[in-house]
Protein backbone atom coordinates (compact mmCIF):
# COMPACT_ATOMS: atom_id res chain seq x y z
CA UNK A 1 0.00 0.00 0.00
CA UNK A 2 1.28 3.82 0.03
CA UNK A 3 1.29 5.76 2.57
CA UNK A 4 2.28 9.83 2.97
CA UNK A 5 5.09 10.08 5.15
CA UNK A 6 6.52 13.08 6.56
CA UNK A 7 10.01 14.52 6.34
CA UNK A 8 11.48 14.61 9.55
CA UNK A 9 12.80 18.13 8.81
CA UNK A 10 10.52 19.89 6.44
CA UNK A 11 7.31 17.81 7.46
CA UNK A 12 6.92 17.86 3.56
CA UNK A 13 4.57 15.01 2.76
CA UNK A 14 5.78 12.25 0.29
CA UNK A 15 4.12 8.77 -1.29
CA UNK A 16 5.81 5.85 -0.09
CA UNK A 17 5.20 2.34 -0.72
CA UNK A 18 5.50 -0.04 2.22
CA UNK A 19 4.24 -3.41 2.15
CA UNK A 20 1.47 -5.03 4.51
CA UNK A 21 0.47 -8.55 5.43
CA UNK A 22 -1.74 -8.40 2.40
CA UNK A 23 0.53 -6.50 -0.13
CA UNK A 24 2.22 -8.49 -2.93
CA UNK A 25 5.32 -7.53 -1.95
CA UNK A 26 5.21 -8.76 2.03
CA UNK A 27 6.94 -12.00 1.11
CA UNK A 28 10.86 -11.30 1.39
CA UNK A 29 13.03 -11.31 -1.70
CA UNK A 30 15.69 -10.06 -3.14
CA UNK A 31 15.63 -6.13 -4.48
CA UNK A 32 13.98 -6.21 -7.82
CA UNK A 33 15.84 -3.42 -9.15
CA UNK A 34 18.84 -6.31 -9.46
CA UNK A 35 16.21 -8.66 -10.92
CA UNK A 36 17.26 -9.20 -14.82
CA UNK A 37 15.70 -11.37 -18.12
CA UNK A 38 12.20 -13.43 -17.17
CA UNK A 39 9.55 -15.24 -18.91
CA UNK A 40 6.93 -12.60 -18.00
CA UNK A 41 9.39 -9.63 -18.92
CA UNK A 42 10.10 -11.50 -22.70
CA UNK A 43 6.30 -12.52 -22.91
CA UNK A 44 5.01 -8.90 -22.34
CA UNK A 45 7.83 -7.28 -25.12
CA UNK A 46 6.69 -10.46 -27.43
CA UNK A 47 3.19 -9.23 -27.56
CA UNK A 48 4.49 -5.39 -27.61
CA UNK A 49 6.76 -6.77 -30.51
CA UNK A 50 4.43 -7.74 -33.13
CA UNK A 51 3.56 -4.42 -33.87
CA UNK A 52 7.35 -4.00 -34.84
CA UNK A 53 6.99 -6.90 -36.48
CA UNK A 54 3.94 -5.77 -38.44
CA UNK A 55 6.21 -2.68 -39.19
CA UNK A 56 9.13 -4.82 -40.46
CA UNK A 57 6.43 -6.66 -42.95
CA UNK A 58 4.96 -3.59 -44.05
CA UNK A 59 8.26 -2.28 -44.95
CA UNK A 60 9.48 -4.81 -46.84
CA UNK A 61 6.60 -7.26 -48.26
CA UNK A 62 6.30 -4.62 -51.83
CA UNK A 63 10.50 -5.49 -52.56
CA UNK A 64 9.55 -9.03 -54.30
CA UNK A 65 6.69 -8.34 -56.27
CA UNK A 66 7.43 -4.96 -57.57
CA UNK A 67 7.98 -6.62 -61.07
CA UNK A 68 5.09 -8.36 -60.79
CA UNK A 69 3.04 -5.70 -59.73
CA UNK A 70 4.22 -2.74 -61.35
CA UNK A 71 5.14 -3.83 -64.74
CA UNK A 72 2.83 -6.96 -65.65
CA UNK A 73 5.55 -9.52 -65.63
CA UNK A 74 3.21 -12.29 -66.22
CA UNK A 75 1.59 -10.80 -68.79
CA UNK A 76 -0.89 -7.51 -70.24
CA UNK A 77 -3.45 -7.10 -66.59
CA UNK A 78 -6.66 -9.10 -66.93
CA UNK A 79 -9.63 -9.16 -64.53
CA UNK A 80 -10.07 -12.67 -62.61
CA UNK A 81 -12.73 -12.24 -60.48
CA UNK A 82 -13.20 -8.77 -60.52
CA UNK A 83 -9.49 -8.11 -59.40
CA UNK A 84 -6.69 -6.84 -61.95
CA UNK A 85 -4.03 -9.31 -62.21
CA UNK A 86 -1.19 -6.01 -62.04
CA UNK A 87 -1.30 -2.68 -61.62
CA UNK A 88 0.82 -0.94 -64.72
CA UNK A 89 2.42 2.46 -63.66
CA UNK A 90 5.88 3.88 -64.09
CA UNK A 91 9.03 3.20 -61.72
CA UNK A 92 8.24 7.07 -59.87
CA UNK A 93 5.25 6.25 -59.71
CA UNK A 94 5.59 2.70 -57.78
CA UNK A 95 8.33 4.45 -55.77
CA UNK A 96 5.78 7.15 -54.83
CA UNK A 97 3.33 4.52 -53.36
CA UNK A 98 6.40 2.18 -51.47
CA UNK A 99 7.02 5.43 -49.82
CA UNK A 100 3.53 6.36 -48.89
CA UNK A 101 4.18 3.54 -45.47
CA UNK A 102 6.41 6.20 -44.51
CA UNK A 103 4.09 9.67 -45.04
CA UNK A 104 1.42 7.40 -42.99
CA UNK A 105 3.71 6.98 -40.70
CA UNK A 106 4.87 10.02 -39.95
CA UNK A 107 1.44 11.12 -39.36
CA UNK A 108 1.26 8.20 -36.86
CA UNK A 109 4.57 8.93 -35.24
CA UNK A 110 3.57 12.58 -34.60
CA UNK A 111 0.15 11.75 -32.44
CA UNK A 112 1.71 8.39 -31.01
CA UNK A 113 3.45 9.96 -28.16
CA UNK A 114 0.67 12.12 -26.98
CA UNK A 115 -1.75 9.38 -27.20
CA UNK A 116 0.25 6.76 -25.46
CA UNK A 117 1.27 9.40 -22.39
CA UNK A 118 -2.83 9.83 -22.40
CA UNK A 119 -4.21 6.52 -22.75
CA UNK A 120 -1.54 3.90 -22.51
CA UNK A 121 1.55 1.97 -24.11
CA UNK A 122 -0.95 -0.82 -24.19
CA UNK A 123 -4.15 0.44 -25.15
CA UNK A 124 -2.55 2.46 -28.03
CA UNK A 125 -0.76 -0.26 -29.45
CA UNK A 126 -4.12 -2.64 -29.34
CA UNK A 127 -5.99 0.26 -30.91
CA UNK A 128 -3.12 0.89 -33.40
CA UNK A 129 -3.81 -2.79 -34.68
CA UNK A 130 -7.13 -0.99 -36.88
CA UNK A 131 -4.99 0.54 -39.04
CA UNK A 132 -2.75 -2.57 -40.03
CA UNK A 133 -6.21 -4.32 -40.49
CA UNK A 134 -7.62 -2.04 -42.48
CA UNK A 135 -4.52 -1.18 -44.47
CA UNK A 136 -4.34 -5.04 -44.84
CA UNK A 137 -7.56 -5.29 -46.37
CA UNK A 138 -7.48 -2.28 -48.96
CA UNK A 139 -4.31 -3.35 -50.54
CA UNK A 140 -5.42 -6.95 -50.63
CA UNK A 141 -8.16 -6.24 -52.68
CA UNK A 142 -6.82 -3.37 -54.73
CA UNK A 143 -8.58 -2.57 -57.56
CA UNK A 144 -6.75 0.69 -58.50
CA UNK A 145 -3.36 2.27 -58.51
CA UNK A 146 -5.39 4.43 -55.77
CA UNK A 147 -6.84 2.13 -53.79
CA UNK A 148 -2.99 0.37 -53.37
CA UNK A 149 -1.83 3.64 -52.05
CA UNK A 150 -4.40 4.45 -49.36
CA UNK A 151 -3.47 0.87 -48.14
CA UNK A 152 0.22 1.89 -47.89
CA UNK A 153 -0.66 5.19 -46.53
CA UNK A 154 -3.04 3.66 -44.01
CA UNK A 155 -0.51 1.12 -43.31
CA UNK A 156 2.24 3.31 -42.48
CA UNK A 157 0.68 4.57 -39.79
CA UNK A 158 -0.03 2.23 -37.80
CA UNK A 159 3.72 1.18 -38.64
CA UNK A 160 4.50 4.81 -37.06
CA UNK A 161 2.47 4.14 -33.87
CA UNK A 162 4.06 1.02 -33.25
CA UNK A 163 7.95 2.67 -33.91
CA UNK A 164 7.03 5.16 -31.15
CA UNK A 165 5.45 3.13 -28.61
CA UNK A 166 6.76 -0.35 -28.86
CA UNK A 167 10.39 0.79 -27.52
CA UNK A 168 8.90 2.91 -24.83
CA UNK A 169 6.53 0.35 -23.00
CA UNK A 170 9.57 -2.14 -23.67
CA UNK A 171 11.85 -0.02 -21.93
CA UNK A 172 9.65 0.98 -19.30
CA UNK A 173 9.23 -2.68 -18.26
CA UNK A 174 12.42 -3.65 -18.80
CA UNK A 175 14.53 -4.06 -15.82
CA UNK A 176 17.79 -2.04 -15.81
CA UNK A 177 19.68 -4.89 -16.64
CA UNK A 178 17.65 -5.87 -19.65
CA UNK A 179 17.06 -2.13 -20.65
CA UNK A 180 19.07 -2.91 -23.61
CA UNK A 181 18.77 -6.04 -24.69
CA UNK A 182 14.75 -5.39 -24.61
CA UNK A 183 15.44 -1.91 -26.35
CA UNK A 184 17.09 -3.47 -29.12
CA UNK A 185 14.12 -5.84 -29.36
CA UNK A 186 12.28 -3.28 -31.43
CA UNK A 187 14.77 -3.49 -34.68
CA UNK A 188 15.35 -7.42 -34.69
CA UNK A 189 11.47 -8.04 -34.80
CA UNK A 190 11.40 -5.23 -37.96
CA UNK A 191 14.47 -6.98 -39.54
CA UNK A 192 12.56 -10.49 -38.45
CA UNK A 193 9.38 -8.92 -40.29
CA UNK A 194 11.45 -7.88 -43.56
CA UNK A 195 12.95 -10.90 -43.70
CA UNK A 196 9.96 -13.22 -43.40
CA UNK A 197 7.91 -10.42 -46.05
CA UNK A 198 10.52 -11.87 -48.79
CA UNK A 199 11.10 -15.31 -47.87
CA UNK A 200 7.12 -15.48 -47.91
CA UNK A 201 6.97 -13.62 -51.36
CA UNK A 202 9.04 -16.08 -53.18
CA UNK A 203 5.63 -18.30 -52.44
CA UNK A 204 3.37 -15.88 -53.23
CA UNK A 205 4.63 -13.59 -55.87
CA UNK A 206 2.66 -15.30 -58.47
CA UNK A 207 -0.81 -13.70 -59.74
CA UNK A 208 -3.20 -13.45 -57.67
CA UNK A 209 -1.22 -14.78 -54.98
CA UNK A 210 0.66 -11.50 -54.20
CA UNK A 211 -2.61 -10.03 -52.60
CA UNK A 212 -2.41 -13.11 -50.14
CA UNK A 213 1.18 -11.32 -49.24
CA UNK A 214 -0.59 -8.20 -48.39
CA UNK A 215 -3.30 -9.48 -46.41
CA UNK A 216 -1.17 -11.68 -44.11
CA UNK A 217 -0.28 -8.31 -42.40
CA UNK A 218 -4.19 -8.47 -40.93
CA UNK A 219 -2.91 -11.98 -39.18
CA UNK A 220 -0.14 -10.24 -37.18
CA UNK A 221 -2.16 -7.82 -35.49
CA UNK A 222 -4.85 -10.75 -34.92
CA UNK A 223 -2.48 -12.90 -32.78
CA UNK A 224 -1.37 -9.31 -30.47
CA UNK A 225 -5.27 -8.88 -30.54
CA UNK A 226 -5.39 -12.23 -28.35
CA UNK A 227 -2.55 -12.15 -26.84
CA UNK A 228 -1.57 -8.74 -25.47
CA UNK A 229 -4.82 -8.37 -23.41
CA UNK A 230 -3.06 -10.76 -21.03
CA UNK A 231 -0.33 -8.63 -20.16
CA UNK A 232 0.18 -5.82 -18.05
CA UNK A 233 0.25 -2.18 -18.93
CA UNK A 234 3.77 -0.78 -18.52
CA UNK A 235 3.96 -0.11 -14.57
CA UNK A 236 5.67 3.46 -15.06
CA UNK A 237 2.55 4.69 -17.17
CA UNK A 238 -0.10 3.51 -14.51
CA UNK A 239 2.22 4.92 -11.45
CA UNK A 240 2.55 8.49 -13.40
CA UNK A 241 -1.51 8.66 -13.77
CA UNK A 242 -2.29 7.70 -10.17
CA UNK A 243 -3.26 3.55 -10.43
CA UNK A 244 -1.16 2.89 -7.83
CA UNK A 245 -2.83 -1.07 -7.35
CA UNK A 246 -2.82 -1.40 -10.60
CA UNK A 247 0.98 -0.40 -11.06
CA UNK A 248 2.02 -2.71 -8.02
CA UNK A 249 0.60 -5.80 -9.19
CA UNK A 250 2.03 -4.99 -12.67
CA UNK A 251 5.18 -4.30 -11.44
CA UNK A 252 5.09 -7.70 -9.16
CA UNK A 253 4.01 -9.31 -12.30
CA UNK A 254 6.85 -8.70 -14.38
CA UNK A 255 9.46 -9.16 -11.57
CA UNK A 256 8.10 -12.56 -9.93
CA UNK A 257 9.52 -13.67 -6.76
CA UNK A 258 11.38 -10.29 -5.93
CA UNK A 259 10.70 -7.65 -3.82
CA UNK A 260 9.42 -4.62 -5.41
CA UNK A 261 9.59 -2.05 -2.51
CA UNK A 262 12.64 -0.07 -3.47
CA UNK A 263 11.60 0.06 -7.61
CA UNK A 264 8.07 0.85 -6.70
CA UNK A 265 9.21 3.72 -4.20
CA UNK A 266 11.29 5.55 -6.89
CA UNK A 267 9.00 5.41 -8.94
CA UNK A 268 6.53 7.05 -6.95
CA UNK A 269 9.43 9.74 -5.62
CA UNK A 270 9.95 10.26 -9.22
CA UNK A 271 6.15 10.67 -10.13
CA UNK A 272 4.57 12.40 -7.28
CA UNK A 273 5.23 15.98 -7.40
CA UNK A 274 1.38 16.95 -6.25
CA UNK A 275 3.42 15.76 -2.71
CA UNK A 276 6.21 17.65 -3.05
CA UNK A 277 7.37 21.17 -3.86
CA UNK A 278 9.92 22.50 -6.26
CA UNK A 279 12.19 23.34 -3.28
CA UNK A 280 11.76 20.51 -0.40
CA UNK A 281 11.49 17.31 -1.54
CA UNK A 282 13.65 14.30 -1.77
CA UNK A 283 14.31 13.16 -5.32
CA UNK A 284 14.76 9.61 -6.82
CA UNK A 285 18.20 10.61 -8.07
CA UNK A 286 19.29 11.05 -4.76
CA UNK A 287 18.03 8.22 -3.58
CA UNK A 288 21.04 7.22 -1.65
CA UNK A 289 20.61 9.93 0.48
CA UNK A 290 17.29 8.86 1.58
CA UNK A 291 17.03 5.83 4.25
CA UNK A 292 13.44 4.88 4.49
CA UNK A 293 13.53 3.01 8.43
CA UNK A 294 10.63 0.04 7.20
CA UNK A 295 10.97 -1.04 10.58
CA UNK A 296 8.94 1.12 12.38
CA UNK A 297 6.27 0.16 10.95
CA UNK A 298 6.00 -3.15 12.85
CA UNK A 299 5.74 -1.01 15.71
CA UNK A 300 2.86 1.22 14.58
CA UNK A 301 4.34 4.41 13.71
CA UNK A 302 4.82 5.68 10.33
CA UNK A 303 7.91 5.10 8.91
CA UNK A 304 9.89 8.38 8.21
CA UNK A 305 12.58 9.58 5.80
CA UNK A 306 15.35 11.13 6.69
CA UNK A 307 17.63 13.00 4.94
CA UNK A 308 20.57 15.34 4.03
CA UNK A 309 19.29 18.02 2.42
CA UNK A 310 20.88 20.09 -0.22
CA UNK A 311 20.66 23.97 -0.08
CA UNK A 312 19.93 23.93 -3.42
CA UNK A 313 18.21 21.31 -5.57
CA UNK A 314 20.11 19.33 -8.38
CA UNK A 315 19.49 19.72 -11.65
CA UNK A 316 18.44 15.72 -11.54
CA UNK A 317 16.33 16.38 -8.66
CA UNK A 318 14.61 18.94 -10.22
CA UNK A 319 14.31 16.22 -13.42
CA UNK A 320 11.40 14.45 -11.40
CA UNK A 321 9.03 16.78 -11.57
CA UNK A 322 7.19 18.85 -14.20
CA UNK A 323 3.72 20.37 -13.54
CA UNK A 324 2.59 19.54 -17.25
CA UNK A 325 2.99 17.16 -20.33
CA UNK A 326 5.89 18.85 -22.23
CA UNK A 327 4.90 20.43 -26.31
CA UNK A 328 7.45 19.72 -29.07
CA UNK A 329 8.52 23.79 -29.05
CA UNK A 330 8.95 23.48 -25.07
CA UNK A 331 11.41 20.50 -25.69
CA UNK A 332 12.56 22.57 -28.85
CA UNK A 333 13.39 26.05 -26.86
CA UNK A 334 14.51 24.40 -24.20
CA UNK A 335 11.49 25.14 -21.57
CA UNK A 336 12.33 22.08 -19.92
CA UNK A 337 13.14 21.18 -15.83
CA UNK A 338 16.29 20.36 -17.21
CA UNK A 339 19.21 21.22 -19.79
CA UNK A 340 17.94 18.02 -22.18
CA UNK A 341 19.67 19.98 -25.12
CA UNK A 342 22.08 17.66 -26.08
CA UNK A 343 20.32 14.78 -24.74
CA UNK A 344 17.78 15.92 -27.74
CA UNK A 345 20.73 16.51 -30.01
CA UNK A 346 21.64 13.06 -29.83
CA UNK A 347 18.78 11.37 -29.57
CA UNK A 348 17.60 13.49 -32.95
CA UNK A 349 20.61 13.12 -34.51
CA UNK A 350 20.44 9.41 -34.73
CA UNK A 351 16.80 8.82 -35.71
CA UNK A 352 17.27 11.11 -38.61
CA UNK A 353 20.53 10.09 -39.68
CA UNK A 354 19.73 6.52 -39.56
CA UNK A 355 17.87 6.68 -42.74
CA UNK A 356 21.09 8.27 -44.54
CA UNK A 357 23.07 5.16 -44.10
CA UNK A 358 21.79 4.00 -47.44
CA UNK A 359 19.92 1.44 -45.24
CA UNK A 360 16.31 1.58 -46.35
CA UNK A 361 17.74 1.71 -49.99
CA UNK A 362 19.04 -1.52 -50.14
CA UNK A 363 15.57 -2.60 -48.33
CA UNK A 364 12.99 -1.01 -50.76
CA UNK A 365 15.56 -1.61 -54.08
CA UNK A 366 17.51 -4.51 -53.20
CA UNK A 367 16.18 -6.44 -55.82
CA UNK A 368 15.87 -3.43 -58.85
CA UNK A 369 19.95 -3.14 -57.89
CA UNK A 370 20.95 -7.19 -57.86
CA UNK A 371 19.07 -7.34 -60.95
CA UNK A 372 21.56 -4.46 -62.50
CA UNK A 373 24.61 -6.05 -60.54
CA UNK A 374 23.87 -10.02 -62.23
CA UNK A 375 22.84 -7.80 -65.60
CA UNK A 376 19.75 -10.43 -65.78
CA UNK A 377 17.58 -10.47 -68.79
CA UNK A 378 13.46 -10.26 -69.00
CA UNK A 379 13.28 -14.49 -68.98
CA UNK A 380 16.14 -14.65 -66.30
CA UNK A 381 13.68 -12.41 -64.24
CA UNK A 382 10.78 -14.36 -65.14
CA UNK A 383 11.97 -17.44 -63.37
CA UNK A 384 10.88 -17.63 -59.49
CA UNK A 385 13.18 -17.56 -57.63
CA UNK A 386 15.48 -15.56 -59.58
CA UNK A 387 18.87 -14.85 -58.04
CA UNK A 388 18.28 -11.28 -57.10
CA UNK A 389 15.54 -12.38 -55.18
CA UNK A 390 17.28 -15.39 -53.36
CA UNK A 391 20.70 -13.04 -52.35
CA UNK A 392 17.69 -10.24 -51.18
CA UNK A 393 16.34 -12.86 -48.76
CA UNK A 394 19.82 -13.73 -47.72
CA UNK A 395 20.62 -9.99 -46.65
CA UNK A 396 17.21 -9.98 -44.67
CA UNK A 397 18.21 -12.80 -42.78
CA UNK A 398 21.61 -11.73 -42.32
CA UNK A 399 19.70 -8.20 -40.58
CA UNK A 400 18.00 -10.61 -38.36
CA UNK A 401 21.43 -12.00 -36.85
CA UNK A 402 23.26 -8.91 -36.71
CA UNK A 403 20.76 -7.35 -35.17
CA UNK A 404 20.51 -10.39 -32.39
CA UNK A 405 24.29 -9.70 -31.88
CA UNK A 406 23.75 -6.43 -31.33
CA UNK A 407 21.33 -7.35 -28.81
CA UNK A 408 23.93 -9.75 -26.86
CA UNK A 409 26.64 -7.17 -27.53
CA UNK A 410 24.76 -4.07 -26.19
CA UNK A 411 25.08 -3.88 -22.82
CA UNK A 412 29.12 -5.56 -22.92
CA UNK A 413 30.55 -2.92 -24.83
CA UNK A 414 28.09 -0.22 -24.65
CA UNK A 415 26.15 1.87 -27.15
CA UNK A 416 28.67 4.47 -27.92
CA UNK A 417 31.36 1.76 -29.27
CA UNK A 418 28.63 0.02 -31.37
CA UNK A 419 27.76 3.24 -32.64
CA UNK A 420 31.26 3.92 -33.61
CA UNK A 421 31.83 0.54 -35.07
CA UNK A 422 28.40 0.23 -37.17
CA UNK A 423 29.20 3.85 -39.03
CA UNK A 424 32.93 2.63 -39.59
CA UNK A 425 31.50 -0.43 -41.05
CA UNK A 426 29.07 1.51 -43.18
CA UNK A 427 31.48 3.47 -44.79
CA UNK A 428 33.36 1.00 -45.78
CA UNK A 429 31.09 -1.61 -47.49
CA UNK A 430 29.63 1.32 -49.42
CA UNK A 431 32.92 1.81 -50.99
CA UNK A 432 33.19 -1.27 -51.69
CA UNK A 433 29.99 -1.50 -53.56
CA UNK A 434 31.19 1.39 -55.69
CA UNK A 435 34.25 -1.20 -56.50
CA UNK A 436 32.43 -3.77 -57.02
CA UNK A 437 30.01 -2.03 -59.46
CA UNK A 438 32.67 -0.19 -61.08
CA UNK A 439 34.99 -3.23 -62.26
CA UNK A 440 32.14 -5.01 -63.15
CA UNK A 441 33.09 -7.84 -60.11
CA UNK A 442 29.35 -8.60 -59.16
CA UNK A 443 30.15 -10.99 -56.53
CA UNK A 444 32.28 -8.36 -54.75
CA UNK A 445 29.56 -6.05 -54.76
CA UNK A 446 27.32 -8.68 -53.23
CA UNK A 447 29.62 -9.47 -50.18
CA UNK A 448 29.91 -5.81 -49.37
CA UNK A 449 26.47 -5.70 -49.73
CA UNK A 450 26.13 -8.34 -46.52
CA UNK A 451 28.56 -7.13 -44.64
CA UNK A 452 26.67 -3.82 -45.04
CA UNK A 453 23.77 -5.09 -43.73
CA UNK A 454 25.95 -6.86 -40.60
CA UNK A 455 27.32 -3.74 -39.46
CA UNK A 456 24.23 -1.49 -40.12
CA UNK A 457 22.27 -4.55 -37.63
CA UNK A 458 24.83 -4.23 -35.29
CA UNK A 459 24.66 -0.39 -34.24
CA UNK A 460 22.68 1.88 -36.23
CA UNK A 461 19.87 -0.09 -36.77
CA UNK A 462 18.60 -0.79 -33.57
CA UNK A 463 20.59 1.75 -30.96
CA UNK A 464 18.84 4.86 -32.17
CA UNK A 465 15.20 3.53 -31.28
CA UNK A 466 17.24 2.91 -27.84
CA UNK A 467 18.91 6.06 -27.50
CA UNK A 468 15.71 8.61 -25.79
CA UNK A 469 14.49 5.82 -23.48
CA UNK A 470 18.26 5.95 -22.05
CA UNK A 471 19.06 9.81 -22.44
CA UNK A 472 15.92 11.64 -21.85
CA UNK A 473 14.05 12.13 -18.36
CA UNK A 474 10.48 10.15 -18.69
CA UNK A 475 8.29 13.59 -18.61
CA UNK A 476 9.75 14.62 -21.92
CA UNK A 477 10.08 10.69 -23.68
CA UNK A 478 6.41 10.66 -25.07
CA UNK A 479 6.91 13.76 -26.51
CA UNK A 480 10.51 12.99 -27.94
CA UNK A 481 9.79 9.95 -28.98
CA UNK A 482 7.75 10.49 -31.37
CA UNK A 483 9.37 13.82 -32.78
CA UNK A 484 12.26 11.58 -33.27
CA UNK A 485 9.94 9.01 -34.95
CA UNK A 486 8.22 11.49 -36.80
CA UNK A 487 12.12 13.04 -37.94
CA UNK A 488 13.07 8.90 -39.02
CA UNK A 489 10.12 8.96 -40.94
CA UNK A 490 10.16 11.65 -42.63
CA UNK A 491 13.92 10.37 -43.39
CA UNK A 492 12.68 7.33 -44.89
CA UNK A 493 9.77 8.95 -46.88
CA UNK A 494 12.52 11.25 -48.38
CA UNK A 495 15.17 8.52 -49.21
CA UNK A 496 12.75 6.38 -50.76
CA UNK A 497 11.83 8.85 -53.19
CA UNK A 498 15.14 10.27 -53.95
CA UNK A 499 16.90 7.24 -54.03
CA UNK A 500 15.69 5.64 -57.18
CA UNK A 501 16.65 9.03 -58.97
CA UNK A 502 20.25 9.17 -57.72
CA UNK A 503 20.19 5.21 -59.01
CA UNK A 504 19.54 6.33 -62.06
CA UNK A 505 21.90 9.08 -61.97
CA UNK A 506 24.74 8.05 -60.56
CA UNK A 507 24.57 3.89 -61.49
CA UNK A 508 27.92 2.13 -60.39
CA UNK A 509 28.66 5.57 -58.13
CA UNK A 510 25.44 5.33 -55.89
CA UNK A 511 26.46 4.35 -52.76
CA UNK A 512 29.53 6.82 -52.79
CA UNK A 513 27.31 9.63 -51.46
CA UNK A 514 25.84 7.74 -48.56
CA UNK A 515 30.12 6.39 -47.35
CA UNK A 516 30.93 10.35 -47.30
CA UNK A 517 27.72 10.51 -45.05
CA UNK A 518 28.21 7.85 -42.91
CA UNK A 519 31.56 8.99 -42.43
CA UNK A 520 30.23 11.88 -41.38
CA UNK A 521 28.02 10.02 -38.70
CA UNK A 522 31.07 8.28 -37.27
CA UNK A 523 32.69 11.89 -36.80
CA UNK A 524 29.19 13.24 -34.96
CA UNK A 525 29.38 10.21 -32.72
CA UNK A 526 32.49 10.09 -31.86
CA UNK A 527 32.47 14.04 -30.62
CA UNK A 528 28.87 13.99 -29.10
CA UNK A 529 27.87 11.04 -28.38
CA UNK A 530 27.69 9.71 -24.59
CA UNK A 531 27.91 6.45 -23.60
CA UNK A 532 24.56 5.16 -21.81
CA UNK A 533 25.42 1.71 -20.75
CA UNK A 534 24.33 1.14 -17.17
CA UNK A 535 23.79 4.91 -16.35
CA UNK A 536 20.32 5.83 -15.59
CA UNK A 537 19.06 8.97 -16.99
CA UNK A 538 19.93 10.76 -13.74
CA UNK A 539 23.53 10.18 -14.34
CA UNK A 540 23.20 11.49 -17.79
CA UNK A 541 21.63 15.03 -16.67
CA UNK A 542 24.00 14.95 -13.86
CA UNK A 543 27.04 14.80 -16.14
CA UNK A 544 25.37 16.21 -19.82
CA UNK A 545 22.61 18.58 -18.63
CA UNK A 546 24.29 21.21 -20.57
CA UNK A 547 23.82 22.96 -23.74
CA UNK A 548 25.52 20.75 -26.69
CA UNK A 549 29.19 20.09 -26.25
CA UNK A 550 32.29 17.84 -26.79
CA UNK A 551 32.25 14.35 -24.71
CA UNK A 552 35.11 13.15 -26.98
CA UNK A 553 37.88 14.68 -23.83
CA UNK A 554 35.07 13.95 -21.26
CA UNK A 555 36.67 11.70 -18.60
CA UNK A 556 33.02 10.67 -18.62
CA UNK A 557 33.33 8.53 -21.95
CA UNK A 558 36.50 6.82 -20.69
CA UNK A 559 35.43 5.30 -17.70
CA UNK A 560 33.39 1.65 -17.62
CA UNK A 561 29.70 2.06 -16.28
CA UNK A 562 29.32 -0.55 -13.76
CA UNK A 563 25.92 -0.38 -11.95
CA UNK A 564 23.72 2.42 -11.76
CA UNK A 565 24.30 5.00 -8.84
CA UNK A 566 20.70 6.33 -8.92
CA UNK A 567 17.47 4.70 -10.16
CA UNK A 568 16.93 4.47 -14.28
Known amino acids: MVESIQDCESGVGINLYVPDSQSLSSIPGPDSRESGFNRRVLASSFAAALSALNFGWCVGEPNIPEAIIEQCLEGPQVFVNGFPTCLPMSST?????VGLVALGALVGSLVAGHAADKFGRKTVLLVNNIFFIAGA???????????????????GIGCGVASTV?????????????????GTMLQLTVEIGIFLSQFIAIFLVQVPKWRILFGLSGGISLIQVILFPMLPESPKFLVSHGRLTEAEHALQFLRPNYDITDEFNDMLLARDPARVSQADFVPAADRSMASVNIAEKSSGDKPKINMD?????SLVARSAYTPRSLGVMD???????????????????????????????????????LTQVFKLNHDQLAKIPNKPQLVTIGIAATGIVAVFLSMLLVDRLGR????LLSTGGLTISCLVVVVGQTTGTGMLAVVAMFAYKIVYGLGMAPIPWLAASEMVPYYALGTLSGMASALNWTMIFTIGMVFPHLAKGLHSYLFLPFAVLNMLAFAVILLFMPETKGKSIA???RDHGRPIHFVFKHPWTRRTAAEPTTPA
Not at 137 to 155: D, E
Not at 416 to 419: G, V, W
Request: hydrophobic share 45%.
Open 93 to 97: LWGLI
Open 137 to 155: LLLSTSTTIAQLAVGRFVS
Open 166 to 182: VATYNSECAPVKARGLL
Open 309 to 313: ASPEP
Open 331 to 369: ILRGRTPDIITHSVFCTLFLMGFQQWTGAKGIVFYSTEI
Open 416 to 419: RRLL
Open 539 to 541: DIL
